[in-house]
């Protein structure tokens, strides 16, 4: 299945359409978009270049949303979404302030979810640094966690810091933040409360 | 028991303490925080950790010296006034305070004042669950430090009610108006996490897919049309 994909810098007249296919790949994409990704900080959208993984790759939580609303289009939660964009005028870039991931067309659109935010012109999306999750969401089941990861989510759901985890395990702090980072990552989760809050809604920490 | 003192209202604070300043724009934010820091500017047996987002501490200071006229590049070289970062890890940023916090009360500052901006979504910083985790951690971990947290809100910025319900929820005592209380709704760090925070609306699963409304609040979920092309 193709879909379309926009996105708009309202300040520059600018805005884009790529068609997708099922595995994420552009297909199509038309001049507007095509050449502005740098300014931007985004992945470059080029024909035969993979967004869905493009966008994986960046830690920023609204390339991540962007990637998110592609999946929710996979899966028919949502029809399309929009990208909105701010024009730095200083430097003539344009900055993603919101992503928004509607249902329905695009004159009786349906909110489902937006992610805003400014980022500063000077933090470009970066690539991100922690990588190897498997991205499992919480309804796609339990996670395969070590016994030690376990142990460390029961910590975590229990409110500890990363310093009392290591005091009770007997463990290093650095060997910790590793098993947070894992954890976090395996449950899918952007962050560690959100890991949380998922290991209490799987059964996975003691209520 | 440190007694920390403001420069021109009345009020006093026992430390260790942390507080919630709920102020709406820039203006008031920054009367409250002068009146709070300006007693330690002039008292060598106190020091200044200033923290936030990305910048925010530098911020600060640049305030702090514009409003008083004077350079605390000395204070800053000596580490009587100590400038702190934040981190999109929410536990690095704990540590993050905690440690110049034990540092400046071990060569014996007290009290030792902290003034650190909440943010919302900000490139490089916390997410606001875990930021608010953040926030419940602090009280627990500054007992016995002649500490005096503040913790500045912006009610005319932070788009989500949860996280002005979180302020007053992890810290034991708000300033409101200017008047410093106990916070009715503060809870313990761990029966926050429990009772409210894993609860938060944007953690629930979503099973249908249903409305959120923008986390700016700016407009009407239903029906939202973006400016695209």
């Known amino acids: 299945m193709g879909m379309v994909v926009s996105r708009a810098a309202p300040e520059l007249h600018r805005g884009g359409i790529a068609v997708l296919d099922a595995d994420g790949n552009v297909t199509w994409t038309d ?11 985004l992945p470059r959208v080029a024909i035969g270049s993979n967004l869905l ?19 929710a289009v996979f899966e028919g939660k949502v029809t399309y979404f929009e990208i909105e964009h701010r024009l730095d005028r200083e430097s003539q870039s ?58 460390v989510l029961a910590l975590m759901a229990d409110g500890s810091d990363n310093r009392a985890i290591a005091a009770k395990l007997g463990i290093q702090y650095t060997t910790v933040r590793g098993h947070v980072r894992s954890v976090v990552e395996k449950l899918g989760a952007r962050s560690r409360l959100e890991a949380v809050a998922r290991a209490y809604q799987m059964g996975l920490a003691p209520t | 028991m440190t007694q920390v003192h403001f420069a021109s209202t009345e009020q006093e604070l026992t430390a260790p303490i942390h ?12 009367e409250r925080v002068l009146d709070f820091l300006g007693p330690a500017l ?28 004077r350079d605390l590049t000395a204070e800053v070289t000596e580490r009587r ?58 009280l627990p971990g500054i007992e016995g430090l002649p500490a005096a947290i503040m913790c500045t809100y912006d009610a005319a910025q932070l788009p989500a009610p949860a ?3 979180g302020a007053l929820e992890t810290h034991s005592h708000t300033m409101i108006n200017g008047v410093i209380s106990e916070s009715p709704s503060f809870l313990p760090a761990d029966r926050y996490l429990k009772t409210r925070l894993i609860h938060l609306p944007w953690l629930e699963p979503d099973e249908q897919p249903r409305e959120i ?17």
């Open chain 2, 19 to 30: 507080f919630a300043l709920i102020h709406y724009g820039d203006g008031e934010m920054r």
């Open chain 2, 42 to 69: 002039d008292d060598q047996r106190q020091a200044i950790y200033l923290c936030g987002p990305p910048g925010g501490a530098a911020r600060l200071l640049r305030f702090l010296e514009r409003s008083t006229a």
């Open chain 1, 53 to 71: 993984q493009a966008y994986r790759g960046y830690s920023d939580p609204r390339a991540q949303a962007i990637a998110n609303a592609i999946d």
């Open chain 2, 213 to 229: 409304s923008s986390a700016r609040g700016d407009g009407p979920a239903r029906g939202q049309r973006n400016r695209t092309r």
């Open chain 1, 94 to 151: 344009s900055f993603v302030t919101s992503v928004a991931a509607l249902r329905g067309d695009r004159a009786g659109a349906v909110l489902i979810h937006k992610v805003v935010g400014e980022p500063a012109p000077s933090h470009p999306y970066r690539p991100a640094d922690v990588r190897g999750g498997d991205g499992a969401h919480a309804s796609q089941g339990a996670p395969r966690l070590t016994p030690r990861e376990r142990e």
């Open chain 1, 31 to 41: 001049e507007a978009w095509v050449g502005e990704d740098d300014e931007s900080g």
């Open chain 2, 81 to 138: 006034i100590v400038l702190g970062q934040g981190d999109r890890d929410a536990d690095q940023q704990l540590q993050n305070l905690l440690d110049p916090l034990r540092e400046l009360c071990e060569r014996g500052f007290s009290p030792v004042r902290v003034v650190g901006p909440a943010a919302w979504e900000v490139f490089g910083y916390a997410a606001p669950e875990d930021f608010l985790w953040y926030e419940s951690r602090v």
């Open chain 2, 163 to 165: 996280l002005l319900y």
